[in-house]
């Protein structure tokens, strides 16, 4: 029988689960306020909870194929830190999309926060999908921070995609992301990040591309609104013959600020790295152009600003 | 009557100081192994010995219009450190073009080291050249280290071209350049690098556009062989409505590294910065077509690094 969901953390769920939606349905582990709600395995994946600390150990097996996982964590308690440690073995061969996310819902006065220490062991020729969504709302003033930390262990010829947002409310956010790569191993991520009034991001990627043919792709778009103030740091490290393009591209509105300091390294003759970069304003003539449809500014910049993080 | 130079320090001026050659005319300091060898100063610049530290006063008049300034600085003996601050008045309106550059010839053990430290004051509407060689060389096994700090501050409307060039047989480095932009200022900078062995090059640039409408164009091109290293931070703040655009393209050949960390802060909304980074090996495509005219691949290599320096 299925774990019966307070009005909020459906709310929450809505953000940060998005296609399909969540459901208690297949593996799942929904967490809330630091303690698992509910969760399910399948033939294929079996969520265990830690024994020695709080999080759960996801054991994907070698013939899981397109299968989902559905890990979504709630904090709806004011004053809250919850620090989990979620650890996934993904067999060779394995085809699987992880779905995680936390979405913080803040009524009161004190800081709420969660850090999700994530680590990903990525087997030979596995193919995993990650995608991870950030919300923060709720009416308080307490604060709304998450500091996710996510290690990523790939073997030979696997693939990574790495797709992570972080939509709005989120008052603070500090990201650690550390990407170990063997050979024939690619890898893909996409950042996108907006951050409204005084809230602060910073987010630092190394990427370490040890193994022969191993690639990288980074896209990083980012908005910041309001006096809010954002720094990239992504980093790429070629130790070996392999390739990688990192672009981040961002928009800045209003009075906030956003610094941008991609590091390429390469440590071998055949490590090709690109790296590109901007920073500006929002394209006055597309503004211009909807607002001769009858938007207001608001609106125009509404669009232009959903159309670039999409 | 002019000086009488030796041989080591003719050859050493041919190469850092290109075009026409270094002469005992017009405006200039020879600066010898810690000592001004000889100088001159014409009608409109006037050349003068610092009574408190090592170095010169260049006072560069409002009614300069393509004067050049020639100020090359020859260290010969082994084992020396030679510190200079050299200060650049430069009024209203001038237009001159300095010609700087530091050759090292160590035939000793001890380390030979030149650490020139440039201040620019640029006057409203002037327009400034300047060109630096760094170059060493010498059958001994002391090191040849240059470490140049450049601090420019530019006023209103002022156009600064910053031509500094590397050529070879430096063996540390480490540049540290800042510039400061008043309204309407524009900065041209292009740095060439050529490392190798076991050389070692770093270079920091922070440039601050503070004034409306000021605009930094930033070139950075080099080539890392052996087993040589380079790292490369240069790095864009815009305070007010400015435009930057950094590239910085690198070859590695051998066993060298190369690490580039550029830095965009845009902090005002109308701040536009643009960043574009590559390292690479050499483009095999040129390689096998230049050895098809007969070329050794060390030759072809050659044509190559050139053209992509120049």
């Keep these: 029988m299925p774990a019966l969901l307070d009005k909020i953390t459906e709310q929450v769920l809505r953000q940060i689960d998005s ?6 349905e297949g593996a799942f582990n929904l967490r809330q306020n630091g303690i698992s709600l509910c969760h399910g395995s399948t033939e294929h994946i079996k969520i265990k909870k830690k024994e020695d600390k709080p999080g759960i150990d996801v054991y994907i097996d070698g013939d899981t194929k397109g299968e989902q996982v559905h890990i979504p964590v709630v904090v709806s308690a004011s004053g809250m830190v ?5 650890d996934f073995y993904i067999a060779d061969g394995a085809d699987v999309t992880i779905v995680a996310g936390c979405g913080i819902h803040n009524s009161g006065c004190d800081e709420s926060r969660h850090d999700g220490i994530h680590a990903f062991h990525v087997g030979k020729g596995a193919n995993v999908r990650y995608e991870e ?3 923060g709302e709720g009416e308080g003033t307490g604060a709304r921070v998450l500091n996710p930390v996510t290690k990523i262990y790939m073997e030979e010829d696997s693939m990574f995609t790495l797709d ?6 989120v008052d603070s956010t500090v990201r650690e992301t550390e990407v170990t790569m063997g ?5 893909y991520v996409v950042e996108k990040l907006m951050t409204h009034d005084n809230q602060k991001a910073e987010s630092n990627m190394a990427v370490y591309m040890k193994g022969e043919d191993s690639s990288a792709q980074i896209i ?6 309001g006096s809010s103030t954002q720094v990239f740091h992504p980093r790429a490290v070629g130790e070996a013959k392999c390739h990688a393009h990192i672009q981040c591209d961002s928009i800045i509105m209003d009075e906030a600020q956003v610094r941008s300091i991609p590091e390429i390294d390469a440590r071998h003759l055949d490590a090709a790295i690109i790296h ?3 920073i500006g304003r929002i394209n006055n003539e597309q503004l211009i152009k909807l607002r001769t449809f009858g938007m207001t500014e608001e609106e125009a910049e509404g669009v232009i600003v959903e159309a670039f993080l999409n």
């Design 220 to 225: 990083s778009r980012s908005v910041a609104k």
């Design 183 to 187: 050979a024939g191993a690619k890898l």
């Design 19 to 24: 296609g399909s939606g969540f459901k208690q």
């Design 164 to 169: 992570t947002a972080q939509i709005k409310g």
């Design 133 to 135: 969504k950030h919300y």
């Design 82 to 86: 919850d620090i989990v440690y979620n």
């Design 276 to 278: 590109e970069a901007a």
